[in-house]
């Protein structure tokens, strides 16, 4: 493996490049993975993320430069509702505040979210049909949300606690 290169880019979703990923890892590279939902899961694990292609947005066909029709949708209909969190995704958010809640019991949502990933590579609120961390969050009673003010450019930081 030549440690001279500083990216390396496979788009695949094959189960023959999870060595190779492995790998890499060992190596102390970043592995970012993209793939379908069909994807092995020890690929999926070898990644350090892992985005699945069916949460990306689909390329428009039409010529980018004309001007966009805007439509408006009929009174009471519902744009994309997100999909019914699983059980296990409740779960491991939950068991995840648990593993890292500090004196005051609570956890920073950013911490959150990398602990998250580090154990399921594939985790993405998009596969919910959420667009952040903070929405999947939101949706889980068991947890509450407290903004605490940074005192620099008055940015308010996210932490999270079980009721």
Known sequence: MNNSTDLKLAVLSDSDFTRLAMRLREAG???FGIGEQKTPAAFI???NKFIYIEILPKESKEDNTAPKKTTKKAP????DEPQQLPVSVKKMVIKSINDLTDEEGSVFLSTLGNHIIKKQPSF???NYG???????IRSIPEIEIEERQSGKN???????RLK
């Open 45 to 47: 694990a070898a990644c």
């Open 154 to 160: 008055n940015i308010a930081h996210l932490y999270v």
């Open 130 to 136: 959420l667009k952040k961390l903070v929405d999947i």
């Open 124 to 126: 993405d609120p998009r």
């Open 29 to 31: 590279k970043v592995v």
């Open 76 to 79: 009471g209909a519902k744009k």
